[in-house]
């Protein structure tokens, strides 16, 4: 549900309903011999929003096919595993994509989006991923990340301060 509600975001703010916008005119009339001046008060179509840009279909797919054939080596994924996961992996790298072509204007907008699209794609892996395989893929990425595991943060002291020893 809630990678379908994170699409549907997406798509509703890519496509925009057109607004009217109040147009002002005036008009000068010379009749015999002296001007009339109209003023007239209309609504007309503003401008139509941008269509959201689309990332490149090929770059895309190769993202996602590349990150699906690290998983299914690294996780050791069954051929059925590996087609839903390829089928997340495509649907993440296009949003994230097409995110970050429309906000890169926006830096806080755009690391908000990413962020929702990594958690919707965390919560249908791990529908997918038996449980194992999840822990395993998680662990791989907190190290990619540089996340500290809890013994290294608990048991050392800040590099550069003293120890409670000292």
Same mark, same amino acid.
């Given at each position: 549900?809630?990678?379908?509600?994170?699409?549907?975001?997406?798509?509703?703010?890519?496509?925009?309903?057109?607004?009217?916008?109040?147009?002002?005119?005036?008009t000068?009339?010379?009749?015999?011999?002296?001007?009339?001046?109209?003023?007239?008060?209309?609504?007309?179509?503003?401008?139509?929003?941008?269509?959201?840009?689309?990332?490149?279909?090929?770059?895309?797919?190769?993202?996602a096919?590349?990150?699906?054939?690290?998983?299914?080596?690294?996780?050791?994924?069954?051929?059925?595993?590996?087609?839903?996961?390829?089928?997340?992996?495509?649907?993440?790298?296009?949003?994230?994509?097409?995110?970050?072509?429309?906000?890169?204007?926006?830096?806080?907008?755009?690391?908000?989006?990413v962020?929702?699209?990594?958690?919707?794609?965390?919560?249908?892996?791990?529908?997918?991923?038996?449980?194992?395989?999840?822990?395993?893929?998680?662990?791989?990425?907190?190290?990619?990340? =540089?996340?500290?595991?809890?013994? =290294?943060?608990? =048991?050392?002291?800040?590099? =550069?301060?003293?120890?409670?020893?000292?």
């Amino acid at each position: 549900m809630k990678p379908s509600l994170l699409a549907s975001l997406l798509l509703s703010a890519a496509v925009a309903q057109a607004q009217t916008a109040p147009v002002k005119t005036k008009t000068k009339t010379e009749v015999a011999g002296t001007t009339v001046k109209t003023k007239a008060k209309t609504t007309a179509p503003a401008a139509a929003p941008k269509p959201a840009p689309a990332p490149s279909a090929e770059k895309v797919e190769a993202k996602a096919n590349a990150l699906t054939d690290n998983m299914r080596q690294g996780l050791n994924l069954t051929p059925a595993q590996t087609e839903k996961v390829r089928q997340i992996n495509l649907t993440s790298v296009r949003n994230v994509e097409t995110a970050r072509l429309q906000y890169r204007a926006d830096v806080r907008k755009l690391n908000a989006v990413v962020d929702d699209i990594g958690q919707s794609r965390l919560a249908m892996l791990k529908d997918v991923l038996a449980p194992d395989q999840f822990a395993k893929y998680q662990r791989k990425r907190e190290e990619k990340m =540089g996340v500290p595991n809890a013994t =290294g943060a608990q =048991g050392n002291a800040a590099p =550069g301060l003293p120890s409670r020893d000292e």
